[in-house]
């Protein structure tokens, strides 16, 4: 299957460079273009030094909650009487979120040289790829690309002639939303539920296995042999000031050239929508946008000329979460948009708390009976306040998830809402359930 | 319970990955190998993976029941899955799972009588730049009109 | 530990660093809700109604999984807590059931309880509601999932608390149920916490659901009668049956913790067998109903003509203190017999010699939860000592005590032990010295031991133990509610109250092989249990007794006893911590074993002084040594409080044979629990499930 878009010329192709070469995932050509330079240099380096050159790289997490990844490394403690791990968040279910899928299938090599150099940063000696496991066939080429890796001294002992060394292997998932949430991915990879764990303690303290566990996401780690290769500082310089680099930010929805493009932090949002992705289909509007997955609250057509990095998103009320944007035209249901997203949060909620997986169910039902046309006038003020009782309440961030884009719907399109209540012959009376 | 040479060798393998005292670990893909070979998650294959990795079979169960893609019944030989979430939705990912209603007679996790198609409605699959989008087993196809949803059925045997 | 300073609701108050803020305010008076948070429980932060105002925090904080720390400024009742709180009952009862008339636990629901304090009077819940048929899945366990709230409590107590794991979760999401370790059914010890810990009415008892209203009981603090360790369990009374057990309000040394035995196997109390009126031998041979006035005079008529030497009096393991008191004194004086004995079931005596000039080496059921480590010798303590083996995990899990196990067979301490060793009983002492290393380094210890270590190998041990260089306390195992009361008691052959010795007479074994006894008089006890013979084929038996046994079918009068149910006075249990037993019902036709003793004493036309259960632990109080010292305040309020039987030397020495635990399971003590209708419902293989 070959899976990646026509790049475009107005992107920064820093991490997806080798998307489209001949044989990209192969090592020979990774090590034609680059590959595992950025781990001979690391070789040389200090710990320090490596996580230093990454926290001068201002990158920040790409698994959704945009940590400062220098930072995380950083909180891995130095000495440690149990061994450290690396996990690599490969779980990419978020919805809107195809990229870490394309940087594996493309170039996992990127991937590998990426763990190792949290490896040498952290004084890991092994680790784990989850990856979802509808994502069956990119574990085998993973698989691949790791017996490559271990054939040609990049992995297992003695790792480029040095005392280095480090064992990787993929992990399957078996479809759950929910283990994509770091602490429930631990719980997941031990062969447990995937229910999240009580934080603290972080998994950089106690993560997998109850060790010292250095956890990113594929394309945090995919971005780092960049960074060493080029320097922090200019990484950094490609984005802007707190929000380093580039980002994959997967475009789908109602535009003429949906795919993933690795474009700058900061990058104009609708440059990106009207020219990369060629603008909206159909000749239609633009309505509305979700920035960085589903989680994150939608945006207005008029609040969507912003540039896209953390800070922005965050101050026009949404988040760049997982880089998954999807744009809709003016012919989009927002009434039935929140229906079908609450389905999928009461579909994964994991079930463990009380706002959570009481309250996507009651949602869920709502916004069902509202789009069926059984609505009443009271009912859309009772899914805001709902919402709202779930906001900041849950164990996990799957309760926000899941709160935040209904806020946000039902505030800004609750003439849709009032439009579907105006269908239902009763709406005005008081019918109350005794149950 | 026995399973093929290859998948026990893989069974033996994939033990070695993680720390010593923690082959529990194992228990999801042993899971995700075993259906895959076997068709659904058996009894037997719970009882099986508990001995083998000392759980007690409700322990095993506890997983079995939490994922999604682990099933205790058989699904068809070709299991069809249909993403209707936000990506696939916005392009035609709801008309196109009606349509697979309709063309097979089939509802959300239902399997054919004669046990070669099942269909079921799925969450994001990460395929929303390539949207709509189906699985056909582990197989991605991407793009998917309702003509083309016809070729690929229709391919199924 | 380093103290901080917190503000909880205005009050500065100190705490040490690092504790959970639920149990901060809880020690400062404030109640933080929760429903999944429980002490001594792993923490879950599920259930999100401790949900706290938190200075500088961005959000409301858990309170359950909160570490305080210095200067930290909580608000546990401002108006976004409260209505956090709303919402999550709110939450909660939306798909709960709202059938509380109905439903069993009703009056004592943590839910309701919690509903009624901040909860909202109107539903804004107008969907369907989820149902699912409710299961049953033992003679004892129903759940009914709809009800459930998910707290996780009942997985907790099963796995952590007993050791045992037979709850699970199942699904996701809303779709999350509990489920058993057998599919559709339990297999497990049958204890029955998962029921008592379950906030809501999910899990309901298949002995007490639909019996009664909780406010319709009377309750009765006493002591369970099934085994030696002591449990206290709150008797639910009503109409003068015993409908439930439970200890929920954690009185005793037991806190919460009943086994199977304890909080169902009362129900052998109103078994239809139990006897109900006197029986006398005719002339035809057949034990005939007979009044109680006819059959107290025959037998006063016949201990007064058969006094003496060769008259037999066995005693009881499961009657009280004062009764045993009473009866060796009735025996040694009125009816001038040494003959005196019980079925013993552990070297009790043999220890107390062995540790005879030292002090404060008996451990109490607290210092098994308390000691560094604890060395359990050739028992299965799981299945023969429920409360000590639950304490046993409960000090490894929360103080990680060295748990070291040598026994025959597969236990299962093994599963938390150190180090386990596995021993024939008869080299169990030569194996411990494996461990000498790792116990001489363990801080302390408690060492609890079988029936088969008697005699010589009794001192061994405790020569082993002093030799460890550390403190070492010693629990010697033995069976029923008061078996180590009766020893204490003098129902000795050759030891009196306080293991003073007297003039020797003949042991249990003997007065069964002698041909030549007059009488045989035994109470509660059932010597010839398993086809035994008496031996002195003329002897006049009488047999007090709560049922026909094998004894009472010999007897020439039987006369029916009250249970432990049935009367007041103290018991010493397996660790000699002295409590007291209180009546909660009477049966018809039966009478107190003090009682009867009284009445014979008269119809002798002799004087015990006055026959009630105060006045004789009074005279116990000032004559037995070990329990002059005993603290009666506490005895009296239900406490509970250890004798200290060592005073100087033993003169006893232990006959083999003469001593021989009946080794009863979770599901067995013979006797009793034979007539318990739910105990042999729920019989399982013992132990099977968790080896
Ligand atoms: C409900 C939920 C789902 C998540 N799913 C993913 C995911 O699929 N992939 C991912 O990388 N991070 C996911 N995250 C974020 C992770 O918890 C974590 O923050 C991230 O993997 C850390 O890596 P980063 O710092 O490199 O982003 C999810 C978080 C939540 C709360
Ligand atoms: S918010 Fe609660 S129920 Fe939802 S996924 Fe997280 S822990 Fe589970
Ligand atoms: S008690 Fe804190 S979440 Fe339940």
Same mark, same amino acid.
């Given at each position: 299957m070959k899976l990646f878009n026509e790049p475009s010329p107005l992107e920064t192709r820093i991490i997806s460079f080798r998307f489209g070469l001949e044989n990209s995932a192969s090592l020979d050509t990774y090590l034609a273009h680059d590959g595992y330079k950025a781990l001979r240099k690391a070789l040389e380096m200090t710990p320090d030094d490596v996580i230093n050159e990454v926290k001068a790289s201002n990158l920040r997490g790409r698994g959704g909650a945009g940590f400062p990844t220098g930072l995380k490394w950083s909180?891995?403690?130095?000495?440690?009487?149990?061994?450290?791990?690396?996990?690599?968040?490969?779980? &990419?279910?978020?919805?809107?979120?195809?990229?870490?899928?394309?940087?594996?299938?493309?170039?996992?090599?990127?991937?590998?040289?990426?763990?190792?150099?949290?490896?040498?940063?952290?004084?890991?000696?092994?680790?784990?790829? +989850?990856?979802?496991?509808?994502?069956?066939?990119?574990?085998?080429i993973m698989d691949k690309a790791i017996e490559e890796a271990y054939k040609n001294g990049f992995l297992g002992k003695n790792i480029c002639g040095t005392e280095f060394e480090f064992d990787l292997y993929t992990h399957t998932g078996a479809g759950a939303y929910e283990c994509g949430e770091e602490s429930a991915l631990l719980e997941s990879l031990e062969g447990k539920r995937g229910v999240p764990r009580i934080r603290p303690p972080f998994p950089a303290i106690s993560g997998a296995f109850q060790a010292p566990t250095l956890l990113n996401n594929v394309e945090t780690f995919a971005s780092v042999p960049a960074i060493l290769r080029m320097g922090g500082a200019a990484y950094a310089d490609l984005g802007v000031p707190k929000s380093g680099g580039t980002r994959m930010v997967c475009m789908s929805g109602h535009v003429n050239k949906p795919g993933v493009y690795e474009v700058p932090l900061g990058f104009p949002m609708m440059k990106f929508v009207n020219e990369i992705?060629?603008?909206?289909?159909?000749?239609?509007?633009?309505?509305?946008?979700?920035?960085?997955?589903?989680?994150?609250?939608?945006?207005?057509?008029?609040?969507?000329?912003?540039?896209?990095?953390?800070?922005?998103?965050?101050?026009?009320?949404?988040?760049?979460?997982?880089?998954?944007?999807?744009?809709?035209?003016?012919?989009?249901?927002?009434?039935?948009?929140?229906?079908?997203?609450?389905?999928?949060?009461?579909? /994964?909620?994991?079930?463990?708390?009380?706002?959570?997986?009481?309250?996507?169910?009651?949602?869920?039902?709502?916004? $069902?009976?509202?789009?069926?046309?059984?609505?009443?006038?009271?009912?859309?003020?009772?899914?805001?306040?709902?919402?709202?009782? @779930?906001?900041?309440?849950?164990?996990?961030?799957?309760?926000?998830?899941?709160?935040?884009?209904?806020?946000?719907?039902?505030?800004?399109?609750?003439n849709e809402f009032e439009a579907y209540v105006a269908k239902n012959p009763f709406a005005a009376s008081e019918l109350v359930s005794i149950s | 319970m026995t399973f093929s040479p290859e998948l026990e060798a893989k069974f033996a393998d994939l033990v070695t990955h993680y720390p010593e005292g923690r082959q529990r670990a194992a228990l999801i893909p042993m899971l995700m190998f075993g259906q895959d070979e076997i068709g659904s998650v058996t009894q037997e294959m719970m009882d099986e993976f508990g001995k083998r990795l000392g759980l007690s079979t409700m322990q095993v169960d506890e997983v079995v029941g939490y994922y999604s893609m682990l099933h205790k019944k058989p699904m068809g030989k070709f299991h069809v899955q249909v993403c209707t979430n936000v990506a696939c939705m916005l392009r035609g990912g709801a008309e196109l799972y009606d349509h697979a209603c309709h063309k097979l007679g089939l509802g959300h996790k239902q399997v054919s009588a004669d046990g070669r198609i099942s269909l079921e409605e799925v969450e994001c699959m990460g395929a929303c730049s390539w949207a709509p989008a189906i699985q056909v087993n582990y197989d991605f196809h991407h793009e998917v009109s309702t003509d083309q949803l016809d070729t690929i059925l229709e391919g199924l045997q | 530990?380093?103290?901080?300073?917190?503000?909880? #609701?205005?009050?500065?108050?100190?705490?040490?660093?690092?504790?959970?803020?639920?149990?901060?305010?809880?020690?400062?008076?404030?109640?933080?809700?929760?429903?999944?948070?429980?002490?001594?429980?792993?923490?879950?932060?599920?259930?999100?109604?401790?949900?706290?105002?938190?200075?500088?925090?961005?959000?409301?904080? !858990?309170?359950?999984?909160?570490?305080?720390?210095?200067?930290?400024?909580?608000?546990?009742?401002?108006?976004?807590?409260?209505?956090?709180?709303?919402?999550?009952?709110?939450?909660?009862?939306?798909?709960?059931?709202?059938?509380?008339?109905?439903?069993?636990?009703?009056?004592?629901?943590?839910?309701?309880? @919690?509903?009624?304090? +901040?909860?909202?009077?109107?539903?804004?819940?107008?969907?369907?509601?989820?149902?699912?048929? /409710?299961?049953?899945?033992?003679?004892?366990?129903?759940?009914?999932?709809?009800?459930?709230?998910?707290?996780?409590?009942?997985?907790?107590?099963?796995?952590?608390?007993?050791?045992?794991?037979?709850?699970?979760?199942? #699904?996701?999401?809303?779709?999350? &149920?509990?489920?058993?370790?057998?599919?559709?059914?339990?297999?497990?010890?049958?204890?029955?916490s998962c029921i008592d810990i379950c906030p809501v009415g999910s899990l309901t008892s298949g002995i007490y659901r639909y019996k009664t209203r909780p406010w319709e009981m009377e309750h009765v603090g006493t002591v369970c009668t099934h085994c030696s360790n002591g449990c206290k369990t709150?008797?639910?009374?009503?109409?003068? &049956?015993?409908?439930?057990?439970?200890?929920?309000?954690?009185?005793?040394?037991?806190?919460?913790?009943?086994?199977?035995?304890?909080?169902?196997?009362?129900?052998?109390?109103?078994?239809?067998?139990?006897?109900?009126?006197?029986?006398?031998?005719?002339?035809?041979?057949?034990? &005939?109903?007979?009044?109680?006035?006819?059959?107290?005079?025959?037998?006063?008529?016949?201990?007064?003509?058969?006094?003496?030497?060769?008259?037999?009096?066995?005693?009881?393991?499961?009657?009280?203190?004062?009764?045993?008191?009473?009866?060796?004194?009735?025996?040694?004086?009125?009816?001038?017999? %040494?003959?005196?004995?019980?079925?013993?079931?552990?070297?009790?005596?043999?220890?107390?010699?062995?540790?005879?000039?030292?002090?404060?080496?008996?451990?109490?059921?607290?210092?098994?939860?308390? !000691?560094? *480590?604890?060395?359990?010798?050739?028992?299965?303590?799981?299945?023969?000592?429920?409360?000590?083996? #639950?304490?046993?995990?409960?000090?490894?899990?929360?103080?990680?005590?060295?748990?070291?196990?040598?026994?025959?067979?597969?236990?299962?301490?093994?599963?938390?032990?150190?180090?386990?060793?596995?021993?024939?009983?008869?080299?169990?002492?030569?194996?411990?010295?494996?461990?000498?290393? !790792?116990?001489?380094? *363990?801080?302390?210890?408690?060492?609890?031991?079988?029936?088969?270590?008697?005699?010589?190998?009794?001192?061994?041990?405790?020569?082993?133990?002093?030799?460890?260089?550390?403190?070492?306390?010693?629990?010697?195992?033995?069976?029923?509610?008061?078996?180590?009361?009766?020893?204490? @008691?003098?129902?000795?052959?050759?030891?009196?109250?306080?293991?003073?010795?007297?003039?020797?007479?003949?042991?249990?074994?003997?007065?069964?092989?002698?041909?030549?006894?007059?009488?045989?008089?035994?109470?509660? %006890?059932?010597?010839?249990?398993?086809?035994?013979?008496? %031996?002195?084929?003329?002897?006049?038996?009488?047999?007090?007794?709560?049922?026909?046994?094998?004894?009472?079918?010999?007897?020439?009068?039987?006369?029916?006893?009250?249970?432990?149910?049935?009367?007041?006075?103290?018991?010493?249990?397996?660790?000699?911590?002295? $409590?007291?037993?209180?009546?909660?019902i009477e049966t018809v036709g039966s009478k107190a074993d003090l009682a009867i003793f009284g009445l014979l004493a008269r119809g002798m036309g002799i004087s015990l002084g006055a026959v009630d259960a105060d006045t004789i632990f009074a005279e116990i109080a000032a004559t037995v040594p070990g329990y002059s010292q005993l603290p009666m305040p506490i005895i009296l309020t239900g406490g509970a409080a250890q004798t200290h039987p060592v005073n100087g030397r033993v003169p006893a020495s232990t006959v083999p044979g003469n001593i021989s635990s009946a080794r009863d399971t979770l599901f067995t003590t013979g006797s009793l629990t034979r007539y318990s209708k739910i105990l042999n419902e729920v019989l399982e293989k013992p132990g099977a499930l968790y080896r």
């Open positions: 909180f891995v403690p130095r000495a440690s009487e149990k061994p450290k791990y690396i996990v690599v968040n490969a779980d &990419e279910s978020e919805p809107g979120t195809c990229k870490d899928r394309l940087l594996i299938q493309n170039d996992p090599h990127q991937l590998i040289e990426g763990v190792l150099l949290g490896a040498i940063a952290v004084g890991a000696k092994k680790g784990w790829i +989850y990856i979802r496991g509808e994502y069956n066939y990119l574990i085998a992705g060629g603008g909206i289909w159909k000749g239609r509007q633009l309505k509305a946008i979700i920035p960085g997955g589903s989680s994150s609250p939608l945006l207005t057509a008029e609040e969507c000329d912003i540039p896209m990095d953390y800070d922005s998103i965050a101050k026009a009320g949404s988040m760049l979460g997982s880089g998954g944007l999807m744009v809709m035209d003016e012919t989009t249901d927002m009434v039935k948009l929140a229906l079908r997203i609450m389905r999928f949060y009461q579909h /994964e909620s994991c079930g463990w708390c009380i706002p959570c997986r009481e309250g996507t169910t009651w949602l869920k039902k709502m916004l $069902q009976r509202v789009t069926d046309g059984h609505g009443q006038t009271r009912d859309i003020d009772l899914i805001g306040d709902l919402a709202q009782n @779930m906001l900041g309440r849950t164990f996990c961030p799957l309760g926000d998830a899941a709160a935040m884009p209904t806020i946000a719907i039902v505030k800004k399109y609750r | - | 530990m380093a103290l901080v300073n917190v503000t909880i #609701n205005g009050v500065s108050v100190q705490a040490e660093n690092g504790a959970l803020l639920i149990e901060v305010a809880k020690q400062n008076g404030i109640e933080i809700p929760a429903f999944c948070y429980y002490e001594g429980m792993s923490l879950q932060a599920a259930c999100r109604m401790c949900l706290v105002e938190v200075e500088k925090a961005p959000k409301l904080m !858990a309170g359950c999984t909160l570490p305080v720390a210095e200067g930290m400024v909580v608000r546990t009742e401002s108006e976004p807590v409260v209505k956090a709180r709303k919402t999550t009952l709110e939450f909660l009862l939306s798909n709960h059931p709202l059938d509380c008339p109905v439903c069993d636990k009703g009056g004592e629901c943590e839910l309701q309880d @919690m509903t009624f304090k +901040y909860g909202v009077g109107e539903s804004r819940f107008t969907e369907a509601k989820q149902h699912v048929p /409710e299961k049953q899945w033992s003679p004892v366990v129903f759940y009914d999932a709809p009800r459930c709230i998910l707290c996780y409590r009942c997985v907790r107590v099963c796995s952590e608390g007993m050791g045992v794991g037979a709850l699970g979760v199942a #699904n996701r999401g809303v779709y999350s &149920e509990i489920i058993p370790s057998h599919g559709d059914h339990l297999e497990c010890d049958e204890c029955g709150t008797l639910g009374v009503r109409n003068n &049956e015993i409908v439930r057990g439970n200890n929920r309000d954690r009185s005793g040394i037991n806190g919460e913790f009943l086994c199977v035995k304890g909080r169902y196997a009362f129900d052998f109390n109103h078994h239809p067998e139990r006897l109900q009126t006197p029986l006398i031998r005719n002339g035809d041979g057949v034990l &005939e109903e007979a009044s109680w006035s006819r059959a107290l005079k025959l037998v006063a008529e016949k201990f007064k003509a058969l006094a003496g030497p060769k008259f037999g009096v066995i005693g009881s393991t499961r009657t009280t203190n004062e009764e045993n008191f009473l009866l060796q004194k009735f025996a040694r004086t009125a009816l001038g017999t %040494a003959n005196i004995d019980h079925h013993r079931s552990g070297d009790v005596v043999t220890l107390v010699d062995s540790l005879s000039g030292k002090s404060g080496q008996l451990a109490t059921v607290a210092d098994v939860y308390t !000691a560094k *480590a604890v060395l359990v010798i050739a028992t299965d303590l799981s299945q023969q000592h429920p409360l000590l083996a #639950n304490n046993v995990r409960a000090n490894f899990r929360h103080h990680k005590a060295a748990v070291y196990a040598v026994t025959p067979g597969p236990v299962r301490e093994d599963k938390i032990a150190r180090k386990f060793l596995r021993s024939a009983e008869a080299d169990s002492i030569a194996a411990v010295e494996q461990l000498r290393e !790792a116990l001489s380094k *363990a801080g302390d210890l408690v060492i609890l031991f079988g029936d088969s270590i008697q005699g010589d190998k009794v001192r061994q041990l405790v020569a082993f133990g002093e030799s460890l260089g550390i403190p070492v306390k010693y629990v010697c195992l033995v069976d029923y509610a008061n078996s180590r009361g009766a020893m204490d @008691m003098g129902m000795l052959p050759d030891l009196g109250p306080g293991y003073h010795a007297t003039a020797p007479g003949l042991s249990l074994h003997q007065m069964l092989a002698a041909t030549d006894l007059s009488a045989l008089w035994v109470v509660g %006890a059932n010597p010839l249990k398993g086809g035994k013979k008496l %031996a002195s084929v003329g002897a006049f038996v009488v047999v007090q007794d709560l049922f026909l046994t094998e004894t009472a079918q010999r007897a020439d009068v039987v006369l029916p006893a009250g249970s432990a149910y049935e009367k007041n006075g103290t018991v010493t249990n397996v660790c000699g911590q002295v $409590q007291r037993i209180k009546k909660g």
